[in-house]
């Protein structure tokens, strides 16, 4: 599109300067013949004629000088005795110089007909034994002859302009396919990285891009380490935390027999939250990490039910009544393992505290699948609900967990571009609505 811009620029340009030189061009060419006219009709002037008008001792041999309004017209006036001579091609007519000179001089005049004409004038001196005799010549041309030239000139090159800016914008086109089609392959492959498929990108393009593919596969390299060291420090993080968690559980059962239950209950809180924080930093360590544009699938409709029947073997839900209305062909953009990560904590949390029913639901909306879950528990007081997914927020204390699975499904849904919403549900308990991007 820009360069099409530039090269209509470029054309017009071209063509109002090839315009103008040509206009000058032809402009000097009828002056170049007029002077030619001028010095062909002087020396025809017999200035010892004894007529009080100017006598010519031949003729010009264009015969439009003798058709009537041709466009081509001569007139010599003598200026001592103001009698003149035309072409026949004046008829009745006559020049007259808005501002006459002695010298040779180019002027527009009004000819016959109410023509515009092109004249050169110029005053001819006779010297004769005792005096001298004055002739004003004037040379003119119809300038519509002249504009008429320019004009046709002016849609020829116009025409031939349109039909180069064509072939010019053609060949940009197909210099910008042929020249982008490395980069168009480029992108390819960096989709390819992004979905999974390949972890660098082929060095099989134009040395012109080799660089660049260099740099981003080295850019891929660095990243891949950094995250594997990361995940190798946390994981050597939380194994080696496991030993002295351990000794403290240890130490707390000893305390716990020796009688000070005060000292092992808050010992044994103690490891019991860092218990849950560092499988909270484990899971957070697994999940895919997401960049701009990064496009992933995962089937909602598969995950739903899976996890469901993981769930009704177990001894918490095996008495819940599942209510499931979830259509087929719900993809959304998130890595798979992320979706089963995130379904089943929000299942695992609404079977943990349903009393009998647990709801889900999953639909699609324009470019958007939202997955309904609601559960008939004792549900959660309205000015607690924005709470709900801050790392290790509980509500009730009596029952085992750490908190951080609804901590674990907000992390989840941030990193995928989603929303997540909880409110009070139709059945009494807690509905968790989540809204994920739909799959290309």
């Not at 995928?416 to 807690?430: H, M, V």
Request: glycine fraction near 8%; hydrophobic fraction near 45%; charged fraction near 20%.
């Amino acid at each position: 599109m820009g360069s099409g811009i530039w090269i209509a620029i470029a054309l017009v340009l071209t063509g109002v300067t090839i315009g103008y030189l040509f206009t000058k061009s032809v402009e000097r060419s009828a002056s170049a013949d007029l002077s030619a006219t001028m010095s062909r009709l002087v020396a025809l002037i017999n200035a010892d004629a004894r007529d009080a008008a100017p006598v010519l001792i031949g003729s010009l041999p264009d015969p439009r000088y003798d058709t009537p309004i041709s466009g081509l017209y001569w007139q010599i006036t003598d200026l001592g005795s103001q009698q003149m001579i035309r072409s026949r091609s004046l008829w009745d007519h006559v020049l007259k110089l808005d501002t006459p000179s002695e010298a040779g001089q180019l002027s527009n005049v009004h000819g016959p007909a109410g023509q515009s004409l092109l004249a050169f004038s110029l005053t001819a001196r006779f010297a004769k034994a005792k005096s001298e005799r004055r002739f004003q010549v004037i040379v003119a041309q119809d300038r519509s002859i002249l504009d008429e030239a320019i004009k046709s000139f002016g849609r020829e090159l116009a025409v031939a302009l349109l039909i180069l800016g064509s072939v010019l914008v053609f060949a940009a086109i197909l210099q910008v396919q042929f020249g982008l089609s490395p980069f168009r392959k480029l992108r390819q492959d960096i989709e390819g990285i992004r979905k999974g498929a390949a972890s660098s990108i082929d060095t099989t393009y134009p040395l012109e891009v080799v660089p660049v593919v260099s740099e981003v596969n080295a850019l891929l390299s660095l990243q891949q380490k950094s995250m594997d060291f990361a995940r190798s420090r946390a994981s050597d993080l939380a194994h080696g935390l496991k030993t002295p968690l351990a000794v403290l559980g240890t130490i707390a059962y000893e305390l716990e027999e020796s009688g000070d239950k005060h000292s092992a209950a808050t010992i044994i809180d103690l490891t019991n939250e860092m218990r849950g924080r560092i499988d909270y930093q484990l899971r957070l360590v697994r999940l895919r990490q997401r960049v701009r544009m990064h496009a992933l699938s995962a089937s909602l409709s598969n995950v739903v039910p899976r996890a469901i029947a993981v769930l009704k073997k177990t001894r918490t839900s095996e008495h819940l009544d599942w209510v499931v209305d979830v259509i087929d062909g719900l993809h959304v953009d998130i890595d798979a393992n992320d979706l089963i990560e995130l379904v089943g904590v929000i299942l695992e949390n609404a079977a943990q505290w349903a009393n009998s029913r647990v709801s889900v639901e999953a639909k699609k909306d324009a470019a958007v699948v939202e997955l309904r879950i609601s559960d008939d528990g004792p549900g959660i007081q309205s000015a607690d609900l924005r709470t709900i997914g801050r790392r290790g927020g509980r509500f009730d204390e009596t029952n085992p967990g750490t908190g951080l699975g609804l901590a674990i499904a907000c992390e989840i849904v941030s990193l995928n571009n989603g929303t997540i919403a909880f409110e009070r549900s139709q059945y009494g308990g807690l509905e968790v609505t989540i809204r994920l991007p739909v799959a290309d």
